[in-house]
Nanobody, 125 residues
Framework: EVQLQASGGGLVQAGGSLRLSCAAS????????LAWFRQVPGKEREGVAY????????YYADSVKRRFTISVDNTKNLVYLQMNNLKPEDTAVYYC??????????????????WGQGTQVTVSS
């Protein structure tokens, strides 16, 4: 059974950093697309970053480029999201997601079948 569990959220001041982790079980990362999304109340879930299953390269939403980094540890089955220079508008619940094989844009929620439970990130000004 595929399971994802996100952790690492918290409260941080603007300009600070956090690293989110997503522990995956039930599958290995070969041939899987892996992603991070975020959502604030009343808004649609937004794709933040993903790693493609074919090229293994990271892709980012414009809003987080040069601040966030997605990475994986294949030995531990962990997906990370390193978030630097955080801004109040980054405040959201963050979710990790996974799907087997290539996805489309990689940043649309409907492209993923498997989701973690979310972890709250709050950035104070």
């Amino acid at each position: 059974e595929v399971q994802l569990q996100a952790s690492g959220g918290g409260l941080v001041q603007a300009g600070g950093s956090l690293r989110l982790s997503c522990a995956a079980s039930g599958f290995t990362f070969d041939d899987w697309s892996l992603a991070w999304f975020r959502q604030v109340p009343g808004k649609e879930r937004e794709g933040v970053a993903y790693i493609g299953s074919i090229d293994g390269r990271p892709y980012y939403a414009d809003s987080v480029k040069r601040r966030f980094t997605i990475s994986v540890d294949n030995t531990k089955n962990l997906v990370y999201l390193q978030m630097n220079n955080l801004k109040p508008e980054d405040t959201a619940v963050y979710y990790c997601a996974a799907d087997w094989g290539p996805v489309g844009s990689g940043l649309r929620p409907r492209e993923y079948d498997y989701w973690g439970q979310g972890t709250q990130v709050t950035v104070s000004s």
